[in-house]
Nanobody, 123 residues
Framework: QVHLVESGGGLVQAGGSLRLSCADSGGTFTYYTMGWFRQAPGKEREFVAAISRSGSTTSSADSVKGRFTISRDNAKNTAYLQMNSLKPEDTAVYYC????????????????WGQGTQVTVSS
């Protein structure tokens, strides 16, 4: 059973950087496409980035392209989201998620979710 735990959130000034980590302690990590999503107060959960099982394929939302990078280390059962040039509009709870044997960027198709980590970007 997949068990995802995010870390690395916090408060940062606009223009700063954070790296989020998502560790899986329960499943066979290489079976899962990993995704990052975020949800700001009063808004729907939105796709941020996804990475394929091998790490060879990635996708990211237009709003974060060129600023955020998703990666994974299968030997450490961990996915990462490097966030640079952060903006106040990036403020949200960030969630990592996993889906087995499928490539998708739709949050409805992800089966396993972490508890979320708060990212706050001050102006």
């Amino acid at each position: 059973q997949v068990h995802l735990v995010e870390s690395g959130g916090g408060l940062v000034q606009a223009g700063g950087s954070l790296r989020l980590s998502c560790a899986d302690s329960g499943g066979t990590f290489t079976y899962y496409t990993m995704g990052w999503f975020r949800q700001a107060p009063g808004k729907e959960r939105e796709f941020v980035a996804a990475i394929s099982r091998s790490g060879s394929t990635t996708s990211s939302a237009d709003s974060v392209k060129g600023r955020f990078t998703i990666s994974r280390d299968n030997a450490k059962n961990t996915a990462y989201l490097q966030m640079n040039s952060l903006k106040p509009e990036d403020t949200a709870v960030y969630y990592c998620a996993a889906v087995k044997f499928r490539w998708t960027t739709s949050h409805n198709e992800y089966n396993y979710w972490g508890q979320g980590t708060q990212v706050t970007v001050s102006s």
